[in-house]
């Protein structure tokens, strides 16, 4: 099977994903990895994409999104890392491969997913929900099951297509719901790609939930996983083998997280000082903290996400202010400033 | 004054809240004089303007309170006797920020250091962070405080706080809490303001905090992550640990050819026999099991008439070396340090004093290679015309950079495949091609016969790789030899004892814990005997260091005192358990994991203990009194002496004595 593999990040991201592709190499060498990045190199910095350890980049502004730079405005840096999925899932599905694959950059293998390609023999849709098995106390349930209630189901840190059949019907909706409703907006029922996917098993056949524990482990379903490492070197989850770990929020917050749920299950602990390892060893300082080309107007001022919402929301402000981005007199800068509030 | 006083209740009160060391320190006219810092704010000090605590300016007070001042009031004593309740305002005392400045530079001539092997001190206390100005104790706080603090945990953890003499409850309410310090073993301060922003936001005492609502919200009062957590918390990378050895060792003076010429010159022989060993240290200045069995078989060559050759890295180094002459060794000669010089020189300076020479008896064992680049020991091999000989299994180097095969340092990991998951994410998983590499590079081009102080660690090592070896020999370091009864025990609680360095990977935070948690059970006793002091915790702390001239202190100790058990729990497979053998010969028992190689072999071999799946069973023993049967008086045990071996030499043609 031909398998494409691609991931969603900023450059700021670039450290996590290279630990990604890095995994992905090491267990699927025969893969195409894919880089589809929202952002422009930060100055001082030269990016070399031969060097690094993916097969190739796509540029968001090459996926030939409509008005680009003026619909990437309507959303803040996660929105629009996890919007422009949608349409290269679709487009994808037209290069030739058998199936594709999306990862988080803050995923990492560490055995091989060839189980999921078998999975994709029968299936053309497969999705790791958040939990595969309830929680029992009172904490947890808040934390955890209510949390995916409001923010979806199925964690999109993770989702494979065949690039035929349903799964090709699915990238085409996946494609038109995220460019016209890939926002944070939980009261709108909206979380930007996630909560569209609860939506995957009624509207689709062939839809396979994958419950088995190894795959997109995370300190939102540490609370009924168990992590081991045996002495014949085996990583395992409830018993079975340790596909891979998603690694959100690298820092204090993932850190209060996963100790909360992982108590004394130490192994999770060594997993975490390896995956803190791998991101240092590869994490470029002339990248600057928080990179983000889109992240400003033209003057340099950074663009606050209730001006992405505002302007979102008003076809008339859109129509007024082709670009956004500019400042200076008559700019939606200048106009926020008197009037916008 | 002090009869007087106990009879006062504004004395009382106001003893509550004078912080007598920040009284003392910050008006030093009063501590020369030797007053009583309660008696002298309660008489004199509050109307000379001085302040009682670092949370509490007296001025501050009466210039936010006006009413105060014009009644005559003392200001601390109404604010504790009402203003607290009344919401008034109060500011903290202008003198605290030196006092605090002054007290983390006392504090800072404490620094510590990581030392590969040596026993970790004491984690010091993290300051908590303060995103606010900390809200002074109430008398609420004061009183919750006073019943949950535990004095004998607080001074104990704090040897500070314990030699000024301050009142445990008083320091943590006054300042610390702030430093982090835990007011008793069930509450980790650090883990609740981690865990509730909300109270450190607030900035109030967090332990009174939880006295007063956070207990009955069902706030968590610390996590029970286990003391694993904290060795992989502060985990360093491989390359940050050899960045940190690196830093510590200054390049030695490299000696010349001639030296080398001039001490070879000096020989037993006439260089005719001549042994030549490798280690990761010089034996005759450190100590350890290991380095005084050398020690043996350095001395039972010399007796044989015959030169002894040592090489060892000039720095203590942790992995082995892939390049080629670059670092130095140290060269002993006949047990004489000659000094510190390139490896290919001592090769070649070895070659030319033996050319000419007819070759005698001439042996060599390698003990370790840690340090050593194989390439450097081949050649110096070749210098002296030597192929056959021993490699020594003292650890497991052979199969990884870890070479305690302790998986992050925290649990035995079994030496799988060096691609496994295991070793891929393992911190020591990046040695592993290069210390299998290294050491084939000598298995290849020697003859060597492997020799294993136990059958444990020979079967570890078959396991985890396949080096060409021309035989096996497993060779005890040391063995019983029974020598009568042990004397009748006294009456007494069961002592259970600790032997040796209290790391984490001997198992000390298990034997601490144990201690912690049956404190005060007056069916037991714990005891530490090693080298390290053990203040605030519940353990009797004996000296004892085991030297060349007394090797069996530790066995002589264990019997003195009556040990009836002692806990040997190595997370990680030892080759050889000196420790066991010394607690076994002075009459104790050996309680141990399953994860301890040569200890639980001995153990399960001998009827020497009791060999227990995990730690939950340890405390179980505990709970129900069944350790009491491992007891003296139970068993009535033998007293053993204890053997040395020469190491290698016993093994060499007319080496036994």
């Known amino acids: 099977m031909k398998v494409l593999c691609y991931s969603s990040f900023t450059f700021s991201y670039l450290n996590r994903a290279r630990v990604l592709y890095q995994t992905l190499r090491r267990f699927h060498p025969d893969w195409e990895l894919v880089a589809l990045i929202t952002d422009e190199p930060p100055a001082g910095f030269t990016f070399d994409p031969a060097s690094e350890p993916f097969d190739r980049v796509v540029y968001a502004k090459d996926l030939g999104i409509p008005d680009f730079r003026t619909w990437l405005f309507k959303h803040d840096v996660v929105e629009v890392c996890t919007a422009v999925k949608g349409p290269f899932i679709h487009q994808a599905c037209g290069w030739g491969a058998d199936a594709v694959i999306y990862l988080d950059p803050d995923t990492a293998l560490l055995s091989s997913l060839h189980p999921l390609e078998e999975m994709l023999e029968t299936s053309d849709i497969l999705l790791t929900p958040h939990l595969v098995d309830p929680n029992d106390e009172r904490t947890a349930i808040w934390d955890n099951d209510l949390s995916a209630s409001r923010t979806g189901i199925f964690n999109l840190g993770f989702v494979a297509i065949r690039t035929s059949g349903e799964g090709a019907r699915f990238a085409r909706w996946w494609n038109d719901r995220l460019l016209a409703f890939c926002y944070d907006d939980i009261p709108r029922g909206l979380f930007v790609d996630q909560r569209w996917c609860d939506h995957v098993p009624a509207l689709f056949d062939k839809v396979k939930v994958v419950r088995d524990p190894g795959y997109n482990v995370a300190s939102w379903n540490l609370s009924k996983r168990k992590l081991a490492i045996g002495k014949d070197g085996a990583i395992t989850v409830n018993g079975v083998p340790l596909r891979f770990w998603h690694f959100t929020k690298l820092g204090p917050t993932g850190d209060l997280m996963t100790k909360t749920y992982a108590g004394d299950n130490y192994p999770v602990y060594e997993l975490w000082a390896w995956y803190k390892r791998q991101v240092a060893a590869v994490t470029d300082p002339a990248i600057p903290e928080g990179w983000w080309a889109y992240g400003t107007y033209a003057d340099g001022a950074p663009i606050e996400k209730r001006h992405r919402v505002l302007y979102r929301d008003r076809p008339d402000l859109q129509a007024a202010f082709p670009d956004p981005y500019a400042s200076g007199r008559g700019a939606f800068r200048a106009w926020l400033a008197t009037e916008g509030g | ?657």
């Open chain 2, 1 to 657: 004054m002090a009869a007087e006083a106990a009879s006062d209740p504004v004395y009382t009160l106001l003893s509550t809240a004078v912080d007598a060391a920040f009284y003392r320190a910050v008006y030093p006219d009063l501590a020369e004089a030797r007053v009583d810092p309660v008696g002298h704010y309660l008489h004199s000090g509050w109307r000379e303007g001085r302040d009682p605590a670092p949370w509490f300016s007296t001025r501050g007070y009466l210039e936010l309170n006006n009413d105060i001042g014009a009644a005559g009031l003392n200001p601390l004593h109404h604010y504790l006797m009402q203003g607290w309740r009344e919401g008034r305002e109060i500011r903290g005392s202008g003198l605290a920020p030196r006092y605090y400045a002054g007290r983390q530079a006392t504090e800072a001539d404490f620094g510590w250091s990581f030392d590969p092997g040596a026993a970790p001190r004491p984690t010091p206390p993290t300051a908590v962070p303060r995103r606010r100005a900390a809200v002074p104790p109430t008398p609420g706080d004061r009183a919750a405080v006073a019943v949950e603090l535990d004095p004998a945990y607080y001074l104990g953890m704090n040897p500070d706080v314990a030699s000024s003499g301050a009142d445990p409850v008083e320091h943590f309410l006054n300042s610390g809490w702030r430093e982090g310090r835990d007011p008793n073993p069930n509450f980790s301060l650090a883990d609740y303001l981690e865990a509730y922003p909300d109270v450190a936001d607030a900035g109030i005492n967090p332990f009174a905090h939880y006295l007063a609502a956070g207990r009955a919200e069902g706030r968590i009062a610390k996590r029970n992550l286990g003391f694993r957590y904290d060795v992989i918390a502060a985990l360093p990378s491989m390359a940050d640990r050899l960045a940190r050895v690196a830093a510590r060792n200054e390049p030695p003076r490299l000696g010349s050819a001639a030296d080398l010429a001039a001490a070879f010159a000096a020989s037993k022989c006439g260089l005719a026999d001549l042994h030549v060993t490798f280690s990761h240290d010089d034996y005759t200045t450190n100590l350890g099991g290991v380095q005084l069995c050398l020690q043996r078989e350095s001395r039972r060559v010399g007796e044989l008439g015959r030169d002894h050759l040592h090489i060892f890295p000039a720095w203590a180094w942790p992995t082995v070396r892939t390049v080629a002459n670059e670092a130095p060794v140290g060269v002993l000669w006949n047990e004489a340090l000659v000094g510190y010089f390139a490896p290919a020189l001592v090769a070649q300076a070895l070659g030319e004093a033996l050319a000419g020479v007819a070759p005698g008896r001439r042996t060599f064992a390698v003990h370790s290679l840690l340090g050593h680049a194989a390439q450097d020991v081949l050649a110096l091999l070749a210098a002296a015309g030597l192929r056959e000989g021993f490699f020594w299994l003292h650890d497991f180097a052979s199969l990884c950079g870890g070479y305690h095969l302790l998986r992050d340092d925290v649990a035995d990991c079994g030496a799988p495949p060096p691609e496994s998951p295991a070793c891929t994410i393992c911190v020591y998983g990046e040695t592993r091609r290069a210390h299998i590499g290294a050491h084939m590079r000598l298995f290849e081009a020697l003859s060597l016969t492997v020799v294993a102080p136990s059958q444990v660690a020979l079967d570890t090592w078959r396991a985890g790789g396949e080096f060409p070896h021309a035989g096996e020999v497993v060779h005890p370091h040391a063995s019983l030899t029974p020598a009568g009864p042990a004397p009748a025990p006294g009456k007494g609680p069961f002592r259970f004892a600790y032997l040796g360095v209290p790391a984490p990977h001997k198992g000390w935070p298990i034997f601490r814990n144990l201690a912690l948690r049956f404190a005060g059970d007056p069916r037991y006793a714990f005891l530490y005997l090693g080298k390290q002091p053990m203040p605030g915790l519940p353990i009797e702390a004996h000296p004892v260091s085991v030297s060349e001239d007394t090797p069996l202190a530790m066995r002589d100790a264990v019997q003195e005192l009556g040990v009836d058990a002692a806990m040997i729990w190595s997370l990680c497979r030892e080759t050889f358990s000196f420790t066991a053998h010394e607690a076994v010969a002075a009459g104790a028992v050996v309680v141990t994991g399953p994860d301890s190689g040569n200890v639980a072999a001995f153990v399960q071999a001998g009827g020497h203990g009791r060999v227990l799946p995990d730690e939950a069973a340890l405390a179980a023993l505990f709970e129900t009194g069944e350790i009491l049967e491992l007891a003296r008086a139970r068993r009535n045990p033998r007293l053993h002496d204890l053997t040395f071996s020469a190491l290698t030499v016993d093994l060499l043609e007319g080496g036994r004595p």
